[in-house]
């Protein structure tokens, strides 16, 4: 198969598996977004979380400088000034990232313990399921709990990662060290 995205050997394989295989690599994509980002949008380095689809820039915001500032109307308006005044130049930042590395990019921020996302992907996901399964999901909607079945297999999946968050980072750092040892190995 020819490689189209450069000198070298197509690898295959992990991060992302086969699924990624033409999908620009993202690792450095927090520290572009570091150098590109202005220095006085957020207090500090901004957030860069990437999946397959996405990329999802958060930083946090000044504090609200008045007597109202831990109020609900103060956090939204400061985030509703941000998310409009940076506009023009989100979009900019977001074309050249969507252009490096493949992926769309949505933004957010957080304040004052409050996190919002702007614009971002819901993607859909297709699984085949047994009725063991179904019956799970049924379940869920009879009792309201869902609207629908996709509505009932994204909670249990939210569920489960928030159950299960510090085996998930365990298993994606044991991926990260697999990938190290795959690029140090030979190329075949």
Do not use: C
Request: proline fraction near 6%.
């Amino acid at each position: 198969m020819r490689n189209t995205q450069g000198p070298g050997p197509r690898r295959f394989g992990r991060p992302g598996g086969w699924q990624q295989a033409d999908v620009p690599d993202a690792s450095g994509a927090a520290e572009w977004f570091t150098g590109r980002l202005p220095d006085d949008w957020f207090t500090g380095p901004a957030t860069v979380e990437v999946d397959r689809e996405e990329i999802v820039v958060v930083g946090e915001l000044p504090p609200v400088e008045s007597a109202d500032s831990g109020s609900e109307a103060a956090i939204d308006g400061r985030i509703s000034r941000f998310r409009e005044t940076t506009r023009g130049d989100r979009m900019r930042i977001a074309d050249e990232a969507e252009r490096r590395y493949g992926r769309k990019v949505a933004w957010g921020v957080s304040l004052d313990g409050h996190q919002t996302l702007f614009t971002h992907l819901a993607v859909p996901v297709m699984t085949r399921l047994r009725q063991p399964e179904r019956k799970v999901l049924d379940t869920l909607v009879d009792a309201g709990v869902a609207r629908s079945r996709s509505d009932a297999l994204m909670w249990t999946v939210r569920l489960a990662g928030q159950h299960s968050e510090q085996w998930l980072a365990e298993l994606r750092d044991a991926m990260a060290k697999v990938d190290e040892l795959r690029a140090d190995g030979p190329q075949i």
